[in-house]
Structure formats: C-alpha cells, structure tokens
C-alpha cells in the first residue's frame, strides 16, 4: 500500500485527533493512529476506547488498499519537524514496515496489524435517534455548558453534559451543583423526546474541532453511544449512563430583586477586586442598593482588602450577597449579551444570569449558588 | 454530662421535660443509648434492652436519637474545655480529662475552674455537666460520678486513701462484671481490701490489671492526660510470607486489604480524599503512588477501582514483599469561613 499525502495537511488531521489518544492507553495498540486506505480515501482514526475521533483525506496519488496501525507520537512529532512537503507513504502489508520516503530521506517506523483496532461501537437502530444540528449551535451548546460539568466520581451523570431533545426545543444542560448552565434552542426541533448525556472528554474534543467546520452535524445515538458526523471528522463516543437530576426543579422562580448590570464592567471589576479575597474562601461580595453595585473582597490574613462602585439598574430590597469569585467570573465569561440581569432573592439562595436582551433562538439561564458566611 | 443525649432532648422539646426519657429505638431489637434521671429511678439505664426498660418504667417515652445535634453540643463543651487547657482527653462524647495544674486562664484553684466550666456549659447549651476534681485520672472519674446530676465533687490528697477505703471494687476502672465476681471469691469488696492484698496474689489473679489495681488502691495513677492525636491517615499493610510476583497474586492480596482498610475507615469515620498504595520490592526499594479523589471517598468500589489503577501505575518488574493502602486528607474540621452553598438536586 502506497499513497502520496502533503506532510502540512496530515498533521493539521492527526492533531486534531490525536487528543482522543489516552496518555494511558488501555491497550497497546490505542497508543497507534490506524490508516486506512480505500480507493483515494486515506481513513486515519484514533481512540481511547470510549471516544473516536476519525478524519478522512481525498488523496490524488495512492496505490492498493488495506489497514496499519501507525505509532502516534513519533509519527506526529516527525511531521511536526518537516516544512510542508509531500510524504510517500510505502507500507509493506507483509512486515508491517512503515517508510516515509522524502526528496532527501527515508524515515521508517514499524507498523502494528491494523485488524487488532478496536472495532467501533454500532448503534443500536431500534433504539436509535437522529438529529441535525449546525455545528455552530453545537460548538455554542457545548462552550457554554462545558464549564459548568463537575468532577464527581459518585455521580457520574454530573460528569457531561446533558442534551435533550424536544418537539419544542433542545436543551444543553450541565451543573457541579454549584452552578448550572441551561442553554436552549427553541430552532432545533425533533418529533420525539429523546436524551443523552455526553461525557466530558468527546465534548471538548468536539469544542476543539468544531470551529474547523461549517454546515450540519448529523447525530445519531442509542442508550449507549453516539455518533457526531462533521464534513471533516467523525466522533464516536460512549455516553454516560444514568438519569440527568430535574434540573428545571432546582432553578428558583420567584427572585424579586432584578438587577441589570454590564457584563464586561462587572468582569473588569470582579477581576480586579477579586485579588483582595481570602485565598482560602475566594469570597466576592455584592452590595446593592438602589441603582448602584459596590463589589467587595477582603484577606483578612494579609490585611488587604478592595471595593469598588458600579452603576447597574436596581430597585429592589437592600441586600448583600456573596459568591466565589472564580465561579462567578466563568459565568460572566460564558453569558453572551452586553447587559446581564442577575435575579436574586436573599442571600442564601441561588443566584440567576440571564442575558438581558434575549436572542430569538435562544433561551439562556446560569444559575449560581452563593457563598455564606458563617453559614 | 448528666445524662447527656436524654437531657438535649428533654431541652429541645419541652413536653419531654420532667418524664422518664429514654433515647434509642423502642423496637425489640433497641437499646436505651441513655435514659433521663427521671427513667433512671425506675432502673432504666443505658445499653438496657429497649424492651426490659419499657417493662421496668411503664409511661417510658422512647426518642430517637439525633447524633448531629449531639455532636454539636459536644464540639460546644470541648472547645470551652479548651479555652482553659490544651490538655484535654475526650473520654467519650460528652466527657473529658482535664489537666488544669498549669491552665490558660491562671486561676489557682481546680474547683474554681470546675464551677466556671460548669457555668459556661449551662449558658452555651442549657444542659447541667458534673464535675469531680482529684489528683489523677482515676480519682477525678470516680469522684465526678460522686455527685450527679449538676455535681461537683473534690477528692483532697490527704482524703484520697480515706475515699478509696470505702469504695466499691466495681467503681474502679477495669472492674467488670467478670473481674468484680473473681474479686469477691477472693474476698475483695473495697479499695481498702484491695490495698491490704498481697502484691503478689494482685498479680498471680490479674496479670498486668493486679499492677494497676494495686497502684490505684494506693491512690497512685500516673497516667498522663493525653489529648488525641489529629489522626492523618487510616491504612493497612501487609508483608507476605513469599514475595509476589504476578499481578494477579497483588490484586488478589490488594482486595484483602481493602476489605481491612474499609473496616478501619468506617471505624473511625475517617473518610479521606487521597488513596496511596505502597509497594515494597523484594530488594526493599520502597515506591508510594497515590490518587486523590475530587471528593471525600464514602464508597469502597471507588476504593478498589483506585487501587487498581495505582497498581499499573507501578513497577511491576521486581517481585513484591509488602503491599499497602493509606486513606488520608480527611475533611477539615468545620471552618469558620464562608461556605460554598450547593444546589439540592433529588
């Protein structure tokens, strides 16, 4: 098997993904990118198991077909070396004997059988659902929520992301029961009910490589796996099993004390005032009163302390109310809009982000829990 | 503290007050956990089978027990305890040795100290404690026993050989049921009898207790007060009559040790975020890996499933004498700091 690649272009390919490869691979032969080679189509593939990353490449030189299992990191490191030339590829099928052959040299690895890769997971068409999304609502729904996954080995569905699909809308939902990010879509509309819950590793594989696309992503899934089909490349990946908590029980209703606030003022200003708390706790405050928000921090330890005044709109009940200045400066980093409401109702129960001039498609809501002291 | 889990709970519901209390399951299976003074007249006492204590106290109130707020009341009194002396030993939950000779507070006298505590206890929790004052451990139990409920009782140096002439052999430390009849077939009902007998005997009956019996019938206990060590890490280790030396021979041995060192957390309620594995070659080089958890482990399956993943983390080249697992960075005590609200998913 022979084929002919531009050495810029495969790489661009294998670093995108590459980072489907475990640093631990479960198996020795995961540690391996698997070619495959198919008329012109040069397949190339890299797994951990639980996620599976695929591109494609439309080759114009190539000679016979088959399967090898390439070393990855030597393979990635020596095309990270070369300036943008053609590479030929001459693998011999027999010996697993791998030649990159230059204009001035021949770098050659050895190869392992490709049959040994794991074959990939097939969806179970009983039980399957399928969706086109935008890669960009996608990329939207994953960076938004990402954030906001937790690391909980007991609760392993808190671990992803949730994606819901409805007659009306689709929902991304995800929470460290700190906080919770519910973004929503009402132009993406499917005529069933269906759910899964993706794990946190395809889903910053996703956000990595989505950018790179334009167009639709089909996804297809079943109880136990799912599909995402780019122009591009191809995620496969294991779901996380288990029920998503009623998210939609632990969002507060009634918050009487709505403030409207700048976004990027707010950030600027927690970011500064931020670097005066208490490095055990990281506890901001907010102080409103009427038409003005004044953002505290103090280390008692150090004897530093900041404060700084903010105009926002507010007529609600003089109130004080204290966050974790690392959590709140996500939220304000992840909500789109220039003007935010945060909707409180005292200082021990949730606060609620909303952007304050709503886009059409889209509904979006952060919830954050605040800090209390003395609790 | 006089009868301490019943008399929070007569303090938190006053319908409770003045009637026979007994904390614990009324179930045929329960135990009285403690009894208010007023079940203790009709003979009501603590480890009583539920049952016997229902039949011995007819209009018996049974309340379930409420150890969070037990322990809260408790954390109340050992810090004020702590505000006189560092040297202090928890005993159990709701009493403690004090060592007052030097304190934080320079008062002269122990009484004093003792009525001030008294005090304090009764402003921060409402509840009465009884306080007895001597020249060791062994005394100061027995004489805060003297004087219940509300009591305060002083054992002076040169009245202790005269208390413990009188005193009971069951009322010393150590004196079971069993030991007391041992006792009694040899004629020994008081302190004063124990005093009186052969050293000799003291120690052919009862082995290293005859030592401290004899001491103690003297009015000597030397023993210091010693407050606990903060403990850091809960773990069990075994060294293997043959070396090791297939993966599967450790995992085995590991699953062994895990069941131990689960039984030990539980024990001491010492749930912690980091797992180390220690392994010792056959040529003594010793390697430690460890794995901490994004929370405080309370799941022995997470256990296992670290401890398999810190096994292929190690080298396994070498034949392996001694396996070992450690659970440590225990939650801190309460702080005082702001805390971080979470959200109450069902």
Redesign the interface.
């Known amino acids: 098997m022979k084929f002919v690649v531009s050495s810029s272009g495969l790489l661009s390919h294998l670093q995108a993904i590459s980072r489907a490869i475990a640093s631990k691979s479960p198996m020795p032969i995961l540690d391996n990118f698997l070619f495959s080679l198919e008329g012109q189509k040069l397949t190339i593939t890299a797994s951990d198991t639980e996620v599976t990353m695929i591109t494609t490449l439309d080759l114009e030189t190539t000679e016979g077909e088959g399967v090898i299992a390439m070393p990855s990191r030597i393979l990635l490191e020596t095309l990270k070396k070369f300036p943008e030339q053609p590479l030929n590829f001459e693998i011999d099928e027999e010996t697993l004997a791998v030649d990159i052959v230059t204009e001035k040299g021949k770098f050659s690895v050895v190869g392992q059988n490709g049959e040994d890769f794991p074959a990939l997971p097939q969806i179970d068409e009983d039980k399957a659902s399928n969706v086109q999304l935008s890669a960009d609502t996608l990329l939207t729904g994953i960076v938004k929520t990402l954030f906001a996954t937790a690391e909980d080995e007991l609760r392993p569905v808190m671990n992803g992301i949730l994606f819901e699909f409805t007659p009306d809308n689709m929902t991304f939902v995800a929470s460290d029961s700190h906080k919770l990010v519910r973004y929503q879509r009402l132009d993406v509309k499917t005529d069933y009910e269906a759910s899964f819950i993706l794990p946190k590793k395809p889903a910053s594989l996703l956000k990595n490589v989505l950018p790179k696309e334009d167009g639709e992503v089909a996804v297809s899934f079943d109880d136990q796996n799912a599909y995402f089909t780019m122009q591009n490349y191809q995620l496969v990946c294991r779901l996380v099993e288990g029920n998503y908590p009623s998210y939609n029980a632990v969002i507060p209703q009634d918050n009487p004390n709505k403030v409207i606030v700048d976004r990027v003022d707010l950030f600027n200003t927690l970011g500064r005032v931020s670097l005066f708390a208490s490095q055990a706790s990281n506890l901001v405050k907010l102080h409103l009163s009427n038409n003005e928000m004044v953002v505290s921090a103090q280390d008692i330890d150090f004897s530093i302390s900041a404060h700084e005044k903010l105009s926002c709109q507010y007529d609600g009940d003089e109130m004080e109310i204290g966050f974790k200045s690392g959590f709140l400066a996500d939220i304000l980093d992840n909500i789109s809009s220039s003007d935010i409401v945060v909707e409180l109702s005292d200082p021990a129960r949730a606060g609620i982000f909303v952007p304050h001039d709503k886009s059409e498609n889209e509904d979006e809501l952060m919830l954050l829990m605040p800090m209390m002291i003395n609790a | 503290m006089d009868a301490f889990f019943a008399s929070i709970e007569q303090r938190d519901n006053p319908s409770l007050r003045g009637k026979p209390v007994a904390v614990g399951g009324s179930s045929d299976r329960g135990v009285v956990a403690a009894a208010s003074y007023e079940a203790r007249v009709y003979g009501v006492h603590s480890a009583m089978p539920s049952k016997i204590a229902a039949r011995k106290c007819p209009g018996l109130i049974f309340v379930k027990s409420r150890f969070d707020v037990y322990k809260a009341d408790s954390s109340k009194i050992m810090e004020i305890f702590r505000d006189y002396t560092n040297l202090v030993e928890p005993l159990s939950i709701d009493e403690a040795f004090l060592d007052v000779t030097t304190n934080k507070v320079g008062m002269p006298s122990a009484t004093i100290i003792a009525r001030d505590i008294k005090k304090r206890i009764k402003e921060a929790t409402g509840l009465t404690a009884s306080a007895g004052i001597s020249v060791n451990k062994f005394l100061a139990k027995i004489a805060s026993d003297q004087d219940k409920p509300d009591g305060l009782f002083v054992i002076k140096p040169d009245e202790v050989l005269d208390f413990i002439e009188s005193l009971p052999v069951t009322k010393f430390f150590g004196v079971g049921p069993s030991t007391a009849r041992k006792m009694h077939d040899l004629q020994l009902f008081t302190g004063g009898d124990l005093r009186k007998a052969d050293f000799s005997m003291l120690v052919r009956n009862f082995g290293k207790s005859g030592i401290f019996f004899h001491n103690i019938a003297n009015g000597i206990d030397e023993r210091p007060v010693v407050t606990h060590r903060i403990r850091k890490s809960v773990g069990i280790e075994n060294t293997f009559s043959q070396d090791l030396s297939t993966r599967d021979e450790m995992l085995t041995e590991l699953r062994n040790l895990e069941k131990g060192l689960w039984d030990r957390v539980k024990r001491h309620g010492a749930y912690g975020k980091t797992l180390t594995l220690k392994v010792k070659y056959s040529d003594f080089e010793q390697i430690t890996r460890s794995h901490t958890?994004?929370?405080y482990?309370?799941?022995p399956k997470?256990v296992h499933q670290a401890v398999i993943d810190l096994l292929?983390l190690a080298d396994m080249e070498k034949p392996v004498r001694l396996l070992g697992i450690s659970i440590s960075n225990f939650k801190e005590k309460e702080?005082?700091?702001?805390?971080?609200?979470?959200?109450?998913?069902?």
């Not at chain 2, 702080?335 to 069902?346: A, H, M, N, R």
Request: glycine share 4%.
């Open positions: 958890f994004s929370d482990v309370t799941d997470l292929n702080s005082e700091g702001p805390v971080q609200l979470t959200i109450k998913f069902d």
